[in-house]
């Protein structure tokens, strides 16, 4: 995280006994003034997670049913399920969310459509021309969800948030969150950018504090230190070409990535198939993502670390792929 988040984690925590602000006012004018965006149109929530989780209770329910691509964020099945909705799964083309599929599965009883961009846990994304046209042959009385949890990484100019769909339309939202470029994961903070109507709606069903005020006082300071998420920007960019220029040289293939991971594919044979390399880095002190519950059981997801870290997981893999 940012030393400024830090010191003003640190300082918030020294009036524990205090509740927090209920609306997270500094937060969400803070929010609004970094990224252009209306504060009274921001919902803060304890991740992004919970924005995704609010939404699906409050448009979705028994006999309906969301839609996400293939391999999208889980978050969005459980989140249906938990409010007795069904989730359906779009093909994808190339690991890539494909619109025309999606389009195809929405019915009377869609109620919400996910789309993760870029996407976890492949990486890869859909260009503001595809998102809007996802949007412009949506009945209005389907909510379209861009979960945007990576776009501090993106630097397509093809690309776009959402921030743009959500001004122009009333059933568009974009989620964000603090987890990633800005590293306070452990804090659980994120935020929705909605049309008036879906942020009231959000306002009436979220818990009254649900952002604490140290987490609320980290992102202000953290939003307030630009230069370290474009110097997180810049060492991403660099550690993760450097890693898929590794696979690339040890024959593994992956999935070019626009996020702060790669999506790797491993053989299928004993000793250095995904399960196996899984348990051998975690043996070699470097912990990587199993994918099986995304229906990718050929593949780890890797995220860019520390540049120590990184060095340590090529030294680990060439020992089982060198072509030395």
Same mark, same amino acid.
């Given at each position: ?12 925590a020294a009036s524990l006994h205090l509740y927090p602000d209920g609306g997270a006012s500094a937060l969400r004018e803070k929010i609004a003034e970094t990224y252009g965006l #209306?504060?009274?149109?921001?919902? @803060? ?18 006999? *309906? ?17 938990? @409010? ?56 209005? *009385?389907?909510?379209?969800?861009? *979960? ?19 001004? #122009? ?24 950018? @909605? ?73 299928? #044979?004993?000793?250095?198939?995904? *399960? ?49």
């Amino acid at each position: 995280m940012s030393d400024k988040a830090r010191a003003a984690h640190d300082e918030a925590a020294a009036s524990l006994h205090l509740y927090p602000d209920g609306g997270a006012s500094a937060l969400r004018e803070k929010i609004a003034e970094t990224y252009g965006l #209306e504060a009274e149109r921001i919902v @803060c929530g304890a991740g992004s997670d919970e924005i995704l989780q609010l939404l699906t209770k409050a448009y979705a329910g028994e006999g *309906d049913n969301i839609i996400q691509s293939d391999h999208g964020f889980l978050v969005y099945k459980l989140a249906a399920f938990s @409010c007795g909705a069904e989730a359906h799964f779009a093909p994808e083309k190339n690991l890539t969310a494909d619109i025309d599929e999606m389009l195809k599965l929405v019915d009377d009883r869609t109620k919400i459509v996910f789309l993760a961009n870029p996407n976890n846990p492949t990486g890869t994304y859909l260009p503001e021309a595809e998102v809007r046209r996802l949007r412009e042959a949506l009945p209005d *009385d389907v909510l379209l969800v861009i *979960d945007a949890a990576y776009a501090e990484y993106m630097e397509a100019l093809d690309y776009s948030a959402g921030e743009r769909l959500v001004n #122009e339309f009333e059933n568009v939202v974009m989620t964000r969150t603090f987890s990633k470029i800005y590293g306070l994961a452990a804090l659980r903070l994120g935020w929705g950018y @909605c049309p008036p109507a879906v942020a009231d709606v959000l306002n009436r069903i979220r818990g009254p504090f649900n952002v604490t005020a140290p987490a609320q006082a980290a992102g202000v300071a953290a939003l307030d230190d630009q230069a370290f998420v474009e110097r997180n920007r810049s060492h991403n960019r660099e550690e993760r070409d450097l890693l898929q220029q590794q696979f690339g040289g040890m024959g593994l293939d992956y999935i070019p990535s626009y996020g702060n991971f790669i999506l790797v594919r491993f053989p299928n #044979e004993p000793g250095r198939n995904a *399960d196996d390399i899984l348990s051998y880095l975690k043996e070699g002190g470097v912990i990587v993502r199993e994918m099986y519950p995304y229906k990718l059981d050929d593949y780890l997801r890797v995220t860019i670390g520390t540049r120590e870290a990184n060095r340590k997981l090529i030294e680990l893999l060439k020992e089982k792929f060198s072509r030395d």
